[in-house]
């Protein structure tokens, strides 16, 4: 991720990366917005070319209005597309319980993708950034 990119760049890349996937799934669930994942916090474990005054930016959204028999159908478009789109699948499990949760990085801006399972039988996508200068911060 180049040092340049601003919050509000990353907060549009993490919408385009979700609305994308969720374009790709059949049936196309509606949206509702977590409110409990926050949209920035602080970059608390920076690499060498990071700051920690850098942010990361997230956004998840609940997937309503899919019936919790075609969870895993769900889950396998989503690691699907992502593989065809070029990102990574970090990692997956809950498969077999039918309780999905697979974890991707884009590819090549290393943004973090999540497919997760909640209580309830509920599924949620989430997609957060790495860390990114906030906008009040000038470029670099």
């Not at 959204?61 to 597309?81: E, F, G, M, S, T």
Request: proline fraction near 9%.
């Amino acid at each position: 991720m180049p040092p340049t990119i601003a919050q509000t760049q990353a907060l549009t890349r993490v919408e385009q990366l979700l609305a994308n996937t969720v374009s790709a799934l059949d049936p196309e669930p509606r949206l509702e917005l977590n409110a409990i994942v926050p949209t920035v916090s602080r970059c608390l474990d920076p690499g060498p070319t990071e700051s920690s005054e850098q942010v990361m930016v997230s956004r998840a959204y609940w997937l309503r209005d899919i019936p919790a028999k075609h969870n895993l159908a769900i889950a396998y478009q989503v690691r699907d597309h992502w593989v065809q789109q070029g990102h990574i699948i970090i990692g997956t499990g809950g498969m077999e319980s039918g309780h999905p949760n697979i974890a991707g990085e884009t590819r090549p801006d290393g943004f973090i993708l999540a497919l997760g399972w909640a209580e309830g039988d509920h599924l949620y996508l989430a997609a957060t950034s790495p860390c990114v200068r906030p906008d009040d911060m000038p470029g670099q």
